[in-house]
């Protein structure tokens, strides 16, 4: 058996026992596949951590930059409170429309809201409505930015409150510095912005899966 089957088998294992996909995740993921949006969503037991994640910190409060399909949007709003707030930042105009039908059927149409443009323009936008502090941050969009969602990221919370970022290791490529991918790049400098910015204590970790070798950064802003 190929790692990668192996890795497979395993995932669907966990998914199975710890993260069963209902049927309002499995519509989320066929309507994205219908709308031929690239197939990049979390797995499902990545999308069950970003959920556990939320309610062992008791999130109220959650800012996604980058919606896609509304998967892991889905996973996050579950762990909020009815009176609870969800922001998503999307880019696309068409993925934002499958993600808002995907969300409306998962019955969080009132608790989260998805904006459409580049993040770094809705960002500075939804800074000056000045919101209460944020108490987790999924960032999981254009990766040459991550360094910039990070920063946003910071201005956005308090003490106390989670920053994700996923996709960090890039196949092990992250550990190129002398990569001119500008994935890479944007990678290296958000961990790099993590590991030395006084108010974050962050760590990475490294992931297989049906996803192939990837990984994910956790961080508290202090």
Avoid: C
Avoid at 32 to 54: D, H
Avoid at 100 to 114: P, S, T
Wanted: charged share 20%.
């Amino acid at each position: 058996m190929s790692g990668s089957q192996l890795w497979d088998d395993v995932d669907d294992y966990f998914s199975t026992h710890l993260a069963p996909e209902d049927d309002v995740l499995v519509a989320a993921l066929r309507d994205s596949e219908a709308a031929q949006l690239p197939r990049i969503s979390v797995t499902p037991t990545q999308g069950k951590l970003l959920q556990l994640l939320a309610q062992i910190h008791g999130a109220r409060t959650v800012l996604e930059i980058g919606t896609l399909a509304g998967y892991s949007t889905i996973w996050l709003a579950r762990a909020l409170p009815a009176d609870g707030r969800l922001i998503s930042l999307e880019y696309s105009p068409k993925h934002a429309e499958v993600a808002a039908r995907n969300i409306a059927r998962a019955g969080f149409d009132k608790l989260v809201e998805v904006r459409i443009g580049p993040a770094l323009e809705t960002l500075p936008q939804l800074a000056d409505e000045n919101p209460p502090p944020f108490d987790l941050v999924f960032i999981d969009a254009d990766k040459a930015n991550n360094a910039h969602y990070v920063e946003w990221a910071l201005r956005l919370t308090s003490a106390g409150s989670l920053i994700v970022v996923d996709n960090v290791v890039r196949g092990g490529r992250v550990a190129d510095a002398g990569s001119d991918d500008p994935d890479v790049r944007g990678t290296r400098a958000a961990l790099e912005l993590i590991g030395s910015h006084p108010r974050l204590s962050g760590t990475a970790i490294q992931t297989v899966g049906s996803k192939g070798y990837d990984g994910f950064a956790l961080a508290r802003v202090v």
